[in-house]
């Protein structure tokens, strides 16, 4: 983990390579390992058995996914955990919480709607708005239609709701949320989960920004898990900290 505990807080639980674009192929990022490479799925099941890890001291069913900013590849990083998690035999809900740029739905080629917030506005059943999936074991709940107040809805009993009935369904569910620094919905869910995983996009994100997501995410009492670097490159992850710890000053007058 090199000094990441130390300059964050959190450890690191994943260095997850740059995922191939496969054109005209279903499921975009989710991608075979045989076209990824062994590098790229090993990662995901590192990452995987860190959270397996987490779960002897607490149960970790509901797992919540975000990030700093837009553009970090949260999706696809929770898209492809899910599917290792699916690939063991569990039963796994893939959540579309991130109501203003909504984004599961493309990378799985769904419906966008009936979704989540078809359901929190009670028009219909979850388990009439789930989608299969051409993975087994592995079901998705989509945005569902534009809504005015997605803040409310996520913070609103009947979430809170949800998500217990969801977890009593499933062996493992894991939310897809706005960014921290965008907007408040990450903090308001993040007490409603058994844990919360950041998505940070190597040698982009600053290392202040970082740290401010992880204090809003403490500061609501969220179980923050740790941290992934996601779209490393070749060099590895000690490349990445050499980058990020003698580059700071210069990373720091990157704009939003």
């Known amino acids: 983990e090199f000094d990441v505990r130390r300059w964050l807080g959190l450890p690191l ?8 674009q496969i054109k005209r192929r279903p499921f975009r990022d989710v991608i075979p390992e045989f076209e990824q490479g062994r590098q790229t799925m090993e990662a995901f099941r590192t990452l995987r058995t860190q959270v397996e890890f987490k779960a002897i001291d607490r149960p970790m069913n509901t797992i919540l996914v975000t990030s700093t900013r837009p553009s970090e590849g949260k999706t696809a990083v929770m898209t ?4 290792t998690f699916a690939q063991k035999g569990e039963n796994v809900l893939l959540v579309d919480c991130d109501l203003r740029r909504p984004a599961l739905h493309r990378h799985m080629e769904l419906d966008r709607s009936p979704g989540l917030s078809n359901t929190l506005m009670g028009e219909i059943s979850w388990k009439t708005a789930v989608q299969e999936t051409e993975v087994p074991n592995l079901w998705v709940l989509t945005a569902g239609d534009i809504t005015v107040n997605p803040s409310e809805l996520l913070s609103s009993s009947q979430m809170r709701g949800l998500v217990d009935e969801l977890s009593a369904s499933y062996d493992r569910v894991l939310f897809d949320m706005s960014s921290v620094l965008a907007v408040t919905d ?5 007490s409603m989960v058994d844990g919360v995983l950041l998505v940070v996009k190597a040698y982009k994100t600053p290392r202040h920004y970082i740290q401010q997501a992880i204090e809003i995410m403490h500061n609501v009492g969220s179980n923050m898990l740790g941290v992934v670097f996601n779209q490393v490159r070749r060099y590895g992850t000690a490349y990445y900290y050499y980058y990020y710890y003698h580059s700071e ?8």
């Open 249 to 256: 000053p210069e990373v720091r007058s990157l704009k939003k």
């Open 186 to 190: 990450s903090a308001i869910m993040g």
């Open 80 to 83: 492809n955990l899910a599917v």
């Open 13 to 20: 639980l994943a260095s997850v390579p740059t995922l191939k």
